[in-house]
């Protein structure tokens, strides 16, 4: 596709359920970026990847968020037993180098907890 | 690190006025100055940058100006639409840390 794809763009779930967040980066962007978005408030970083790695875990709110990519595309993140605190717009974002510039978001997916 | 701080929060224009929205930062290293606009529902996007050897940059409307010896940046928005009511984003980045977003300014812009 042309943009950064999320899905689903909704997700309503019980606390304590599962659930997966999906990513699909522009073609070709080696660099992709997880970030949280509390109602009115600015992006939490959460974590990146170069490639398939992820250098730099340290934005994940707690040991039951995790994330994996294969394939230097796709991206997942996974929130365990989720929490009502854990409601909030999670933004994917990708970028064609390693520089962290020019970042290319995708329009989120708004995560209920109930 | 870097401790950014947008002037202001909120700002209300009327339709055809300018804009300006200014970002100070602490971080001497950073070397990198985006704005980014974040439109209702959808992610923030990229609209102008600049870099640290470069004091003013022109795209259309919009502008950003750099005094990197003060440690500042602003937006400036002229002719204002209201398609420019979004919420506004100064970003700026030294060294290959991800791009630390704060909560930015909200423009409203009144037809």
């Known amino acids: 596709g042309a943009g950064v794809s999320q899905s689903p763009s909704n997700k309503v779930t019980e606390k304590g359920k599962d659930v997966e967040l999906r990513c699909d980066p522009i073609s070709g962007h080696t660099a992709l970026y997880w970030y949280r978005q509390s109602l009115g408030q600015g992006l939490e970083f959460l974590i990146y990847?170069?490639?398939?790695?992820?250098?730099?875990k340290s934005g994940l709110p707690s040991d039951r968020f995790s994330a994996e990519r294969t394939g230097g595309s796709v991206s997942t993140l996974t929130i365990q037993r989720t929490q009502q605190e854990d409601s909030a717009v999670y933004l994917c974002?990708?970028?064609?180098?390693?520089?962290?510039?020019?970042?290319?978001f995708g329009s989120g997916t708004q995560l209920s907890v109930l | 690190g870097e401790n950014v701080e947008q002037h202001p929060s909120t700002l209300s224009v009327q339709e055809g006025d300018s804009a300006v929205i200014k970002c100070t930062y602490s971080d001497s290293a950073s070397n990198y100055f985006p704005w980014y606009k974040q439109e209702l529902g959808k992610g923030p996007q990229l609209i102008i940058d600049?870099?640290?050897?470069?004091g003013e940059k022109k795209d259309q409307r919009i502008a950003v100006t750099l005094n990197k010896t003060a440690k500042h940046f602003s937006l400036h928005i002229t002719e204002t639409q209201p398609e420019d009511s979004a919420v506004y984003f100064c970003v700026p980045k030294g060294g290959n840390t991800p791009l630390v977003f704060g909560k930015g300014t909200r423009l409203s812009v009144i037809a």
């Open positions: 974002a990708s970028s064609w180098d390693t520089s962290g510039e020019k970042l290319f």
């Open positions: 990847f170069q490639g398939n790695s992820a250098p730099d």
């Open positions: 600049i870099r640290s050897n470069v």
